[in-house]
């Protein structure tokens, strides 16, 4: 006949588990009947850290770990930031504003050229201050801002010049909405610091001399980028006004035309026309506080002028760059510049350390006569003048003009020296 087998709550139970119960309640019966020796020593057998008779040791709760522990949290990377000058356009460390400055790249006033610096990859502009910023689309969105006043003064803002070193947030929504025409903004408030006045005239360009930056940008240009006045006074684009005052006067247009020939440089004759100047302007503009009333030459040189006085007041603002528009008032210049034969031709200078190499080209200097160069600053043949960075410094070589009416040569290194080329 066949066994019968336990059975607990409707499930069988195996003969062994039955066996392995009885014995355990058996072992425990008799170490319980043993005396506190005998308890200790089968104890220690069975356990260990068992504590002797006699010793109470305090209970300690159990804490249990997770069977399967998360994954350790990832300590998060610092945004890696680029040493100052990287990409070989500058120096290695700054420690003033000014060695900032000499780095970057100017406008016609000489204020910092940030799209500029952008695009020749001067600056390299990080997402946002906090580490976790992360970069952003820039949007090729041009807006149009047309004044009901006068639209002929209609700004075109270009979210790529800002988008490409200014995240969105910096403008959208607490200056402007996110929708033209919906922010009431009045030449007031941009001058009182406000909407566009935040920047400009702080760390971009003034408001005051860049106004055709923005605005007239259907007016004539010159090769600067600059409004061409003359020629939009010709088109009648423009009907300048008396003066600023409503009771100013019109006066008449003088036709005379005014010479100043440096003794030591006559070949550098300059001509000042009033015909066109007094079309735009009165006489008071310039007459006595930037020129006597009398025909002689001004006490004047290029830094002054690249200082924003004398004929620097308005051109290089307003009107014309100096440094870009000197056949406008050097006819000697102007005349070698269309009646020269252009030089194609490239020389190449290279020093022993390899990163320093120089590449003059003929062709971009075409508006400077040979005789202006050959031979009383630079031999006929490549390599036959020495040259040095002091030399440089002390205003000879290319620093005879470079540094007063063309580029400086500490702030746009690049411009001659190929940046991390070593070839």
Same mark, same amino acid.
């Given at each position: =006949?066949?066994?019968?087998?336990?059975?607990?709550?409707?499930?069988?139970?195996?003969?062994?588990?039955?066996?392995?119960?009885?014995?355990?309640?058996?072992?425990?019966?008799?170490?319980?009947?043993?005396?506190?020796?005998?308890?200790?020593?089968?104890?220690?057998?069975?356990?260990?850290?068992?504590?002797?008779?006699?010793?109470?040791?305090?209970?300690?709760?159990?804490?249990?770990?997770?069977? /399967?522990? @998360?994954? %350790?949290?990832?300590?998060?990377?610092?945004?890696?930031?680029?040493?100052?000058?990287?990409?070989?356009?500058?120096?290695?460390?700054?420690?003033?504003?000014?060695?900032?400055?000499?780095?970057?790249?100017?406008?016609?006033?000489?204020?910092?050229?940030?799209?500029?610096?952008?695009?020749?990859?001067?600056?390299?502009? +990080?997402?946002?201050?906090?580490?976790?910023?992360?970069?952003?689309?820039?949007?090729?969105?041009?807006?149009?801002?047309?004044?009901?006043?006068?639209?002929?003064?209609?700004?075109?803002?270009?979210? +790529?010049?800002?988008?490409?070193?200014?995240?969105?947030?910096?403008?959208?929504?607490?200056?402007?909405?996110?929708?033209?025409?919906?922010?009431?903004?009045?030449?007031?408030?941009?001058?009182?610091? /406000?909407?566009?006045?935040?920047?400009?005239?702080?760390?971009?360009?003034?408001?005051?001399?860049?106004?055709?930056?923005?605005?007239?940008?259907?007016?004539?240009?010159?090769?600067?980028?600059?409004?061409?006045?003359?020629?939009?006074?010709?088109?009648?684009?423009?009907?300048?006004?008396?003066?600023?005052?409503?009771?100013? $006067?019109?006066?008449?247009?003088?036709?005379?035309?005014?010479?100043?020939?440096?003794?030591?440089?006559?070949?550098?004759?300059?001509?000042?026309?009033?015909?066109?100047?007094?079309?735009?302007?009165?006489?008071?503009?310039?007459?006595?506080?930037?020129?006597? =009333?009398?025909?002689?030459?001004?006490?004047?040189?290029?830094?002054?002028?690249?200082?924003?006085?004398?004929?620097?007041?308005?051109?290089?603002?307003?009107?014309?760059?100096?440094?870009?528009?000197?056949?406008?008032?050097? %006819?000697?210049?102007?005349?070698? /510049?269309?009646?020269?034969? $252009?030089?194609?031709?490239?020389?190449?200078?290279?020093?022993?350390?390899? @990163?320093?190499?120089?590449?003059?080209?003929?062709?971009?200097?075409?508006? $400077?006569?040979?005789?202006?160069?050959?031979?009383?600053?630079?031999?006929?043949?490549?390599?036959?003048?020495?040259?040095?960075?002091?030399?440089?410094?002390?205003?000879?070589?290319?620093?005879?003009?470079?540094?007063?009416?063309?580029?400086?040569?500490?702030?746009?290194?690049? +411009?001659?020296?190929?940046?991390?080329?070593?070839?």
């Amino acid at each position: =006949m066949a066994s019968r087998g336990f059975r607990g709550g409707g499930t069988g139970t195996a003969p062994w588990a039955v066996s392995l119960t009885v014995l355990t309640l058996a072992a425990v019966a008799s170490i319980a009947g043993c005396s506190s020796e005998s308890r200790y020593r089968v104890l220690a057998l069975l356990f260990e850290d068992v504590p002797p008779p006699g010793e109470h040791r305090p209970s300690v709760p159990v804490v249990r770990g997770p069977r /399967r522990p @998360p994954p %350790p949290t990832p300590t998060p990377t610092p945004a890696e930031v680029p040493p100052a000058g990287a990409g070989g356009n500058g120096p290695t460390s700054f420690t003033t504003w000014d060695d900032v400055m000499r780095l970057l790249p100017k406008d016609q006033a000489g204020n910092p050229d940030w799209v500029a610096a952008l695009e020749e990859k001067v600056i390299t502009p +990080r997402p946002g201050i906090a580490p976790e910023a992360g970069e952003q689309e820039v949007s090729t969105v041009d807006v149009d801002l047309i004044p009901r006043s006068d639209p002929s003064f209609k700004v075109t803002f270009s979210h +790529r010049k800002h988008g490409g070193w200014l995240a969105c947030p910096n403008c959208h929504t607490g200056m402007f909405e996110m929708k033209a025409g919906k922010t009431p903004m009045a030449p007031e408030d941009v001058h009182g610091d /406000r909407y566009c006045g935040t920047c400009h005239g702080k760390v971009a360009f003034d408001i005051a001399t860049g106004c055709p930056l923005c605005h007239l940008r259907n007016f004539p240009r010159d090769s600067s980028g600059r409004v061409d006045w003359s020629r939009a006074l010709a088109q009648k684009l423009i009907a300048p006004r008396a003066g600023f005052r409503s009771k100013s $006067v019109d006066q008449q247009t003088l036709d005379s035309d005014v010479e100043f020939t440096p003794p030591a440089q006559p070949a550098l004759k300059s001509v000042f026309s009033h015909t066109t100047h007094t079309k735009l302007m009165a006489c008071a503009n310039c007459h006595p506080r930037l020129f006597p =009333m009398e025909v002689s030459a001004p006490p004047a040189n290029t830094a002054e002028l690249h200082s924003r006085r004398y004929c620097g007041a308005c051109h290089g603002s307003v009107a014309f760059s100096i440094t870009l528009g000197c056949g406008r008032c050097h %006819p000697g210049l102007e005349k070698a /510049r269309q009646h020269q034969e $252009v030089l194609d031709l490239d020389i190449e200078i290279t020093k022993s350390q390899p @990163p320093v190499r120089t590449v003059f080209s003929h062709k971009t200097h075409r508006w $400077v006569e040979c005789a202006s160069c050959h031979t009383n600053l630079f031999e006929a043949t490549a390599g036959t003048t020495k040259m040095t960075m002091a030399d440089l410094s002390e205003g000879k070589y290319c620093a005879t003009c470079h540094g007063k009416v063309a580029l400086d040569l500490i702030a746009r290194c690049q +411009r001659c020296h190929g940046a991390g080329d070593s070839k």
